[in-house]
Nanobody, 126 residues
Framework: QVQLVESGGGLVQAGGSLRLSCAAS????????MGWFRQAPGKEREFVAA????????YYSDAVKGRFTISRANAKNTVYLQMNSLKPEDTADYYC???????????????????WGQGIQVTVSS
């Protein structure tokens, strides 16, 4: 099992930047594909970005492509989400997710993940 803890959220003005971090427990972090999802009030949880176990493959939703970057530091058991050019519509609770994989796949659907962080709030003011 793995436990995930997000950090780095907060309040930022439109056009600003934030970097989210997700720290994972355990010694086999490089066996996990990782993803970031978000959920705004009254809306379904939606995919944001995903990264393969080695970090060699990444995938983004159209809503964030070109503005957000997902990366990972396996030696630190941490995955990051760099968010630039933030917009008010990026306001949501952001969740980190992990799942054991045996290939270089990226996972983009919430039900593909068994492990989730508690979420962290990101608010973008206009």
């Amino acid at each position: 099992q793995v436990q995930l803890v997000e950090s780095g959220g907060g309040l930022v003005q439109a056009g600003g930047s934030l970097r989210l971090s997700c720290a994972a427990s355990g010694r086999t972090f490089n066996n996990y594909a990782m993803g970031w999802f978000r959920q705004a009030p009254g809306k379904e949880r939606e995919f944001v970005a995903a990264i393969s176990r080695s970090g060699g493959n990444t995938y983004y939703s159209d809503a964030v492509k070109g503005r957000f970057t997902i990366s990972r530091a396996n030696a630190k058991n941490t995955v990051y989400l760099q968010m630039n050019s933030l917009k008010p519509e990026d306001t949501a609770d952001y969740y980190c997710a992990a799942e054991v994989v045996y290939t270089t796949v990226v996972l983009t659907i919430p039900t593909q993940y068994n492990y989730w962080g508690q979420g962290i709030q990101v608010t973008v003011s206009s």
